[in-house]
């Protein structure tokens, strides 16, 4: 049994304009410097109050609470504006549904979005039905801390020598190495493929049709499709 975790913002949909316009939203709405665009991209994958701590650093906790509800009430806002997509990555679907069709493979996710956001991304989608484990922000620490792995392990009864990591963050991969799973980096996303090579990455893959032959190469299916 092979188990092959996904990040999700970065990883699978592109909602990096839809993040920095919210995060935008709500630091002004607390009358706060706004952060810029690199600096939100490099906190895409934490925690939602693990990122707003390090944009608003110094922030006391209960202003990170109300920044955090302000974004939450942008993100929601945003949703219904046809200008602000979140469309998943090129050949995103097709991946899934080449590694889904693998009688030996489980899908997972594992991401800083609420579970909320999840359901609305795997609604919108019609994607709900690939994956057997999701862990999310409301269930566990902020990467790079292990336990969303660990519990997405614990779901299927997966070894973490036949685990996968698939990740556009150095918290990706820094949490696969801490979980003791294969550490995959995606260049597409928001973190340089240079920075999930020192992260600790295996290999950084360039594309979906990539990856799903590397982990065809790194994790031979034992079954047939």
């Known amino acids: 049994m092979r188990l092959i975790i ?4 970065g990883t699978l949909v592109d909602s990096q304009h839809m993040i920095v316009e919210a995060m935008t939203r709500a630091f002004s709405a607390r009358s706060l410097s ?3 665009r690199h600096a939100v991209l490099n906190v895409i994958g934490l925690s939602l109050d693990e990122a707003i701590g390090r944009l608003a650093d110094g922030a006391e906790a209960g202003d990170i609470r109300l920044l955090s509800q302000a974004y939450r009430a942008a993100f929601t806002e945003l949703r219904s504006d046809p200008m602000l997509a979140e469309p998943l990555f090129p050949g995103a679907l097709d991946g899934l549904r080449a590694l889904a069709r693998q009688s030996d493979v489980f899908l997972g996710i594992a991401t ?3 579970r909320r956001g999840v359901k609305k991304f795997l609604e919108h989608f019609d994607l709900s039905s690939y994956f057997s484990t999701i862990q999310t922000a409301d269930d566990a620490p902020s990467k790079p801390h292990p336990a969303m792995i660990d ?3 614990a779901d299927v009864g997966a070894e973490s020598a036949n ?8 918290y990706d991969m820094i949490m696969a190495q801490q979980a003791s799973v294969c550490p995959i980096g995606v ?4 973190h340089p493929a240079s920075e999930l090579a020192r992260a600790g990455a295996r290999t ?3 594309d979906f049709p990539g990856l799903v032959d590397v982990i065809g190469t790194l994790y031979p299916s034992r079954t047939a499709a």
């Open 112 to 114: 800083g979005k609420s």
């Open 6 to 9: 996904f990040d999700c913002d």
């Open 204 to 206: 950084v893959v360039a």
């Open 151 to 153: 519990q997405a392990m």
């Open 187 to 190: 260049a597409w996303g928001y």
């Open 34 to 36: 706004q952060p810029d």
């Open 163 to 170: 685990t996968v990591m698939v990740g556009d963050t150095s």
